[in-house]
């Protein structure tokens, strides 16, 4: 049983530019969030997509946003990259949105930016 | 506002001895609370969740973590520290929502 799955696992871009994460859940979760880590500190939330649209959002600009396919797998979308997006970009999976469904983590993207 | 402290950055311990991670939230309703284990340049594993049933609750690898209201607590435990063990440890309240609110951190060194 494949747990959760993203790609790629590691990406140099340069100021300004944009970038796309991909993200496929665990076998049966139909839930996905994703979450930024800035080196030495925890996750923070960006955003969660259940049935194909954005339910809640984090304290994100816009720049961020993303996409949930028919599948349940996700997208990320970054742009006009600064060079504070520097991170680990990590999606979690869940079945349904419930506050007592443990989410499963991917081993996440490695986003550098120069 | 829903959120928690770790209120320790590093623990150190030897193999064998006990382990001690603490937590402390804040909900103004009845929590979900999770741990979670990071090894180096890795995603996050699930250990143990509390979802208000039993106040001590077990997870993987002989961690253990008891739930105190009273307290607004909840520590994480293992008997007995293995060398493997060593990895970064995030305790975690759910929104009822199921967004998740991350600890800082608890960098836990184990020595042989």
């Known amino acids: 049983d494949a747990g959760v799955t993203q790609s790629p696992t590691h990406l140099i871009k340069t100021r300004g530019q944009q970038v796309t994460l991909r993200c496929s859940p665990k076998?049966?979760?139909?839930?996905v969030s994703w979450y930024q880590q800035a080196l030495g500190q925890g996750p923070q939330f960006i955003f969660q997509?259940?049935?194909?649209?954005?339910?809640q959002r984090g304290n994100f600009p816009d720049r961020f946003s993303g996409h949930q396919f028919p599948n349940y797998s996700s997208e990320l979308n970054v742009n006009a990259l600064l060079l504070g997006d520097s991170a680990l970009y990590l999606c979690?999976?869940?079945?349904?949105?419930?506050?007592?469904?443990?989410?499963?983590f991917g081993d996440g993207t490695r986003l550098s930016i120069l | 506002a829903q959120s928690v402290t770790q209120l320790d950055s590093h623990v150190s311990v030897s193999e064998g001895t006990p382990v001690l991670l603490r937590c402390n939230y804040s909900?103004?309703?009845?929590?979900?609370l999770f741990w979670y284990v990071q090894h180096p340049n890795k995603g996050l594993q699930l250990l143990l969740k509390?979802?208000?049933?039993?106040?001590l609750v077990k997870g993987i690898n002989g961690f253990e973590a008891e739930f105190k209201k009273s307290e607004t607590s909840f520590h994480l435990t293992k008997p007995s520290a293995h060398m493997s063990d060593a990895a970064e440890y995030f305790c975690?309240?759910?929104?009822?929502?199921?967004?998740?609110?991350f600890g800082q951190g608890t960098t836990l060194q184990v020595k042989p």
């Open positions: 076998s049966g979760h139909d839930t």
């Open positions: 909900s103004s309703y009845s929590p979900s």
């Open positions: 979690a999976s869940s079945f349904s949105t419930g506050s007592n469904q443990p989410q499963h």
């Open positions: 975690v309240v759910s929104l009822y929502t199921g967004k998740l609110i």
């Open positions: 997509y259940y049935e194909e649209e954005e339910r």
């Open positions: 509390y979802t208000s049933a039993a106040t």
